[in-house]
């Protein structure tokens, strides 16, 4: 799409707003959008239509308001109970808990299955997301088998930010336009994990290193800040911290 398309509740998404991916792959509908069976996709939320025909995806991108879940998001997880087979999790603030089952993390058995216990931070995948049950979430690919990068975050802190900056921090080859991360990650070592659900984990083994990288984001996202004006930024954080 050449120009950004304004949508609000209800509005049709007409054929030539599709990506072009979706003429040889299945369409995959994200965050404010929802099918009317046979083929009429409709806006839920008011915001930006995106598309990437890489991943034959479509979504609306809400600045504000609340996040809901949706089947193969990635989010930051906690940790509020356990039973017997399941973790209990908090994904949002407003919402019912989420299920982890005990199981669902690479080469998980009921020997070697991680012990979480409340508070505990988990980098976890939605598998199941209605408005019928529960949320389910895994740390495992059910093809794979494996963790890709998902299960236990240990250590860091975690920054809240907008759904907005998330979802374009999650973007691949710069589409989202933050290059705050990779500028920063130039000069100093750190690790993050970026949630859907508006989370952000920072881990560098410094706090304050791990801070200033948080605090960076946040910037970033609160001023709206363009590329060249991130990349000042990052000049001023390195600059401060002498790395």
Known sequence: ???????????????????????????????????????TITSTLPGALHADAR?????????S????????????????HSS???????????????????LAFEGATKKTRPQLSAGSLVYVRVAKADKWSEVELECVSGSTGKSEGLGPLKG????????????????????????????LGEK????????RNGKLWVESGSVRETIAVGRAVQMVDEKRSDVDEQRKLCKKVIKDLGA
Not at 65 to 80: C, E, F, K, W
Not at 84 to 102: E, G, M, R, S, V
Not at 188 to 195: I, L, N
């Open 1 to 39: 799409m050449a120009t950004t398309q304004i949508l609000l509740p209800g509005d049709v998404v007409s054929h030539d707003q599709l990506p072009n991916g979706s003429n040889t792959r299945p369409l995959t509908l994200g965050p404010g959008l929802r099918l009317i069976p046979p083929s």
């Open 55 to 63: 991943k034959s995806a479509l979504w609306i991108d809400n600045t």
């Open 65 to 80: 308001g609340r996040y809901l879940p949706s089947p193969g998001d990635l989010v930051i997880a906690t940790v509020h």
């Open 84 to 102: 017997a087979d399941l973790y209990h999790c908090a994904i949002t603030p407003y919402t019912a808990f989420a299920t982890l089952p005990q």
């Open 156 to 183: 860091g802190m975690v920054f809240d930010v907008s759904l907005s900056i998330a979802r374009r921090l999650m973007m691949s080859h710069g589409k989202g336009a933050v290059v705050v991360l990779e500028e």
């Open 188 to 195: 100093m070592r750190f690790e993050v994990a970026v949630g």
